[in-house]
């Protein structure tokens, strides 16, 4: 039975990658010289430490900037507001979301039911398995979520006959 699963992955090499790069290019510009200014990131966090309002802006945008140069959708970020850290400086963290949430998952399995196509849809975990009889409805289900506004990226992975 066809059947291909709806996932939502962001590629962390490439996110390591930007990161570099805002870094190279933070240590060449003359705005950000002889100022403290970095980025870490562990495991799906990415922390932004700066003196001011106006260098955070910098390195957001930077960061936006390199992040699509990479191939990340900018959707797959969250930015939480930024806090006074110690010694003068701001510290914003950013979450990279990766898998498709509970609550997201079932408003895609009701968007899919609701077309009334001839498939079924489940909840893998954070992924949705989808399958069917025909490729042909499987394919109308791809494009039926791909024409809905939602909030992550999402990448539809192992369609199989």
């Known amino acids: 039975m066809?059947?291909?699963?709806?996932?939502?992955?962001?590629?962390?090499?490439?996110?390591?990658?930007a990161l570099n790069n805002v870094t190279r290019e933070v240590r060449q510009r003359y705005d950000f010289k002889d100022s403290i200014s970095s980025l870490?990131?562990?495991?799906?966090?990415?922390t932004l430490v700066t003196e001011d309002e106006l260098k955070?802006?910098?390195?957001?945008?930077?960061l936006k900037q390199q992040m699509s140069k990479r191939g990340v959708d900018l959707k797959s970020l969250t930015f939480d507001p930024p806090i006074t850290a110690g010694g003068d400086t701001l510290r914003q963290t950013i979450q990279v979301k990766q898998g498709v949430d509970v609550e997201l998952s079932k408003n895609i399995i009701k968007t899919i039911k609701t077309q009334k196509l001839?498939?079924?849809?489940?909840?893998?975990?954070?992924?949705?398995?989808v399958t069917g009889k025909k490729r042909d409805d499987l394919q109308k289900a791809i494009s039926i979520i791909k024409s809905t506004e939602l909030p992550?990226?999402?990448?539809?992975?192992n369609f199989r006959d």
Do not use: C, H, W
Not at 40 to 45: F, I, L, S
Not at 56 to 62: A, I
Not at 152 to 157: A, N, V
């Open 152 to 157: 992550i990226p999402l990448q539809y992975t």
């Open 40 to 46: 870490d990131r562990t495991e799906t966090t990415i």
């Open 118 to 129: 001839k498939v079924q849809a489940s909840i893998k975990g954070d992924e949705i398995r």
């Open 56 to 62: 955070l802006s910098s390195l957001q945008d930077l």
């Open 2 to 17: 066809p059947s291909f699963d709806i996932v939502s992955k962001v590629n962390m090499s490439e996110v390591d990658n």
